[in-house]
């Protein structure tokens, strides 16, 4: 890419299995942390996301990737799970070199973050999700009470 690009080009990798995964690496100012946006249901990176890159990159590495079965990346299974789709950020993150990163999801993205982070902690120190469940386990979270039950 060049350095003066504002969006760089499309990227792809092959994954295991021969299915393979588009994505766009936006450098960042050296040594800076990694994001890795998540788009939703349906969307693509670009579509869900573009928003966010100019801003981000100002002080990250920006990773933003079309999820499998969605924009320029490859077929899902025909069993589609958040599972998979989990462990082919894993599988790109590794192969861009990145160690940790931080898993920032949108909606169906979200879920996908937070399964990151509950497989690989060492690898996510926590998600970021927006416009998502609380949880990604099925199970709704309740609030914290901020003051004790009287009587």
């Avoid at 933003?64 to 589609?80: I, N």
């Avoid at 940790?100 to 902690?121: C, D, E, K, N, V």
Wanted: glycine share 12%.
């Amino acid at each position: 890419m060049r350095s003066d690009a504002l969006i760089p080009r499309h990227e792809t990798l092959r994954l295991p299995g021969g299915r393979w995964i588009a994505y766009r690496d936006f450098p960042g100012p050296p040594g800076a942390e990694t994001v890795l946006l998540l788009h939703g249901i349906g969307m693509t990176a670009d579509l869900n996301l573009a928003g966010w890159f100019a801003t981000l990159r100002q002080r990250l590495r920006v990773v933003a990737l079309d999820l499998r079965g969605h924009g320029r990346s490859g077929c899902p299974s025909p069993e589609f799970r958040l599972e998979d789709c989990a462990d082919d950020v894993l599988a790109l993150a590794k192969a861009l070199g990145i160690e940790r990163f931080i898993a920032t999801g949108y909606s169906m993205g979200g879920l996908i973050a937070q399964l990151l982070w509950r497989r690989h902690p060492e690898r996510t120190p926590a998600p970021v999700t927006s416009s998502g469940p609380q949880r990604s386990d099925g199970h709704r979270c309740s609030r914290r009470r901020s003051r004790s039950r009287s009587g």
